[in-house]
């Protein structure tokens, strides 16, 4: 792929990520963005979950995490551990025709050939002493993964800068995915919020009324609560709160939408 060719499509790649704010699209953009880069078949990306610390598959183009067979899965994780070790990218060619005797005892995956991972991370703002430290630290947000069956040309130096520059506006548009995720969404249940609820409320009813449609809403109120949390605690309250909201997020359709409207609502 010519220089001249990908320059173009790096801004496109910019503007389409930069402005897409919902995090399942803004992830499935960013990975079919990268496999027509690099002509690879399949992408993954990984997130670190805030909650455990743990490293997680997300969300993947023509790539299920789940599905993969355990060679292939173990494969996966050993390069997504050696580009998050290396803070850089790592590219693998001719996987099934390696002979390094920890890969074989380990286990290749004879359906793959080529495999590339982008380590993602964020600088850490240091303070005071640690400020005047050499180089800069910085915090892993999870990487992207891309593998193929079929082999690829070795990435040109600038095909590769190229890369590192859309892991790095990823990376951004990621944070401000979440960052809009925390404005509109409840901490502890993950479900909207009362002010995002109004505002798409107002919306829906306003379509309706366009349209000649309608709007339903359903509010529920847990009984008895209070006499969990005098028994057990606030955390056996909120823990039925959080269990709750996750029986109704997976009820509801694809369009619908759940919010907490606060408290026990």
């Known amino acids: 792929v010519y220089l001249k ?10 503007q389409n990520v930069a402005s897409e704010l919902d995090l399942g699209r803004l992830m499935t953009t960013i990975l079919m963005e990268l496999t027509r ?10 997130l670190y ?20 067979q355990s060679v292939e899965r173990r494969f996966l994780d050993r ?6 070790d290396r803070k850089s990218l790592v590219l693998r ?35 005071g002493r640690e400020r005047r430290r050499p180089g800069r630290l910085r915090r892993s947000l999870g990487a992207i993964y891309l593998d193929s069956g079929a082999p690829i040309q070795d990435l040109e130096p600038e095909v590769v800068q190229l890369l590192e520059a859309i ?11 979440q960052l809009h995720y925390q404005a509109t969404t409840d901490p502890m249940t993950r479900l909207y919020n009362r002010m995002s ?10 379509a309706a009324r366009s349209d000649g ?53």
């Open 197 to 206: 609820m109004w505002q798409l409320l107002a919306s829906e009813v306003e």
């Open 167 to 177: 892991a790095a506006q990823a990376v951004t548009a990621l944070q401000n995915a």
């Open 49 to 68: 979950d805030e909650d455990t610390g743990l490293l997680q598959p997300v969300i993947g183009h023509h790539l299920e995490y789940d599905d993969l």
């Open 5 to 14: 060719e990908l320059l173009p499509r790096l801004s496109r790649v910019g």
């Open 37 to 46: 880069w690099t002509g690879l078949q399949r992408a993954l990306l990984l």
């Open 93 to 127: 060619t001719g996987i099934r025709l390696t002979q390094d005797p920890t890969e074989v005892k380990l286990g290749i995956p004879q359906s793959l050939d080529t495999a590339l991972c982008l380590p993602l991370s964020v600088p850490v703002r240091l303070g």
């Open 79 to 84: 390069v997504v551990k050696q580009a998050l």
């Open 213 to 265: 449609g309608s709007v339903g809403v359903i509010l529920l109120d847990l009984d008895r609560l209070k006499r969990i949390n005098d028994t057990w605690g606030h955390g056996a309250g909120d823990e039925v709160i959080k269990r709750v909201a996750r029986r109704i997020k997976h009820a509801i359709r694809k369009d619908d939408f759940a919010a907490r409207w606060g408290g026990e609502e």
